[in-house]
């Protein structure tokens, strides 16, 4: 089957650095996203990788290493604002590169 | 502002009615997804339009339904309400297929 793992609750510290893992299984791969989503509000796009690297934008990175099936979000220099639920999503190539989605990691984030 | 427009906002009705969810998409988008959300809960693909003609579905019950028009907007249609179809329901757009999503502000619905 298709599957998206990622942990359901991260709890980091204002200034700090945290890292929101994602191991996926699906047939195909055509890249991995990000989106953030506070709540009550609309998931926002945050980043894309269809190549194995880091992708760095302004305080978020995301990485991919396609062998082995895992790609993560950095967030730096935390601030109260990144609060929200953060969900990766595998665009794959059985079906029409459709979105896999994982089911979302809570940051919680403290003074 | 995303650029993708739902009305309404919030909808209150009753079990066993029919309810519609109108969407218009980015300028320029030719992809209308939909999704489901409820309380606390992951992201729900129902259904994906492409052009006016159905591309993808999800975890679309057969109560439900949604087309997109000639001007490229999205309805979805939800019927025989259950008390279990209270969710945010969610339209996105996107230029092609899935690499970029831009969501709506979404839907609150509430069955009673």
Known sequence: GQSLEQPSEVTAVEGAIVQI??????????????YQQHDGGAPTFLSYNALDG????????????????YGYLLLQELQMKDSASYFCAVREGSSNYQLIWGAGTKLIIKP | DSGVTQTPKHLI???GQRVTLRCSPRSGDLSVYWYQQSLDQGLQFLI??????????GNILERFSAQQ????????????????????????????????????SGTQLSVL
């Open chain 2, 69 to 104: 028009f000639p001007d490229l907007h999205s309805e979805l249609n939800l019927s025989s309400l259950e008390l279990g179809d209270s969710a945010l329901y969610f339209c996105a757009s996107s230029p092609g297929q899935n690499e970029k999503l831009f969501f709506g």
């Open chain 2, 13 to 15: 009705t009753a079990t």
């Open chain 1, 54 to 69: 880091l992708e760095e934008t302004g305080r978020f990175s995301s990485f991919l290493s396609r062998s082995d099936s």
């Open chain 2, 48 to 57: 994906q339009y492409y052009n006016g003609e159905e591309r993808a579905k």
């Open chain 1, 21 to 34: 893992n994602c191991t996926y299984q699906t047939s195909g791969f055509y890249g991995l996203s990000w």
